[in-house]
């Protein structure tokens, strides 16, 4: 099973980036699916998750009305658009799938099943 993020780089305040996760390995149509964060020195943080079907979304209250997470399910990945970045949305992004029933386990990085390496976002003010 793997996921592999991709879509990081560096961009100035007010700038956008869309992140991808391809998922490979196995099917993931029974999966949520999720995007977190850390920062240097800060613990790993929720930022958005959907269900494979993509008729449920959860954000993080920092990037709601900025960032959007999407899924393709014929090509196996998740998308995760942000806009209006702010140099504290700087981190090490990661993409995750857990095999849970419920969206709200989402906001805890320990209920993840599988994890993908990270991409590094930066952003410049």
């Known amino acids: 099973v793997q996921l592999q993020a991709s879509g990081g780089g560096l961009v100035q305040a007010g700038g956008s980036l869309r992140l991808s996760c391809a998922a490979s390995?196995?099917?993931?149509?029974?999966?949520?699916m999720g995007w977190f964060r850390q920062a240097p020195g800060k613990e790993r943080e929720f930022v958005a998750a959907?269900?494979?079907?993509?008729?449920?979304?959860l954000y993080a209250d920092s990037v709601k009305g900025r960032f959007t997470i999407s899924g393709d399910d014929a090509k196996n990945t998740v998308y995760l658009q942000m806009n209006s970045l702010k140099p504290d949305d700087t981190a090490v992004y990661y993409c995750?799938?857990?095999?849970?029933?419920?969206?709200?386990?989402?906001?805890?990085?320990?209920?993840?099943?599988?994890w993908g390496k990270g991409t590094q976002v930066t952003v410049s003010s």
């Open positions: 959907i269900t494979w079907r993509g008729d449920s979304t």
């Open positions: 995750a799938a857990n095999q849970a029933l419920f969206i709200a386990t989402m906001y805890q990085p320990r209920n993840m099943n599988y």
């Open positions: 390995g196995r099917t993931f149509s029974n999966y949520l």
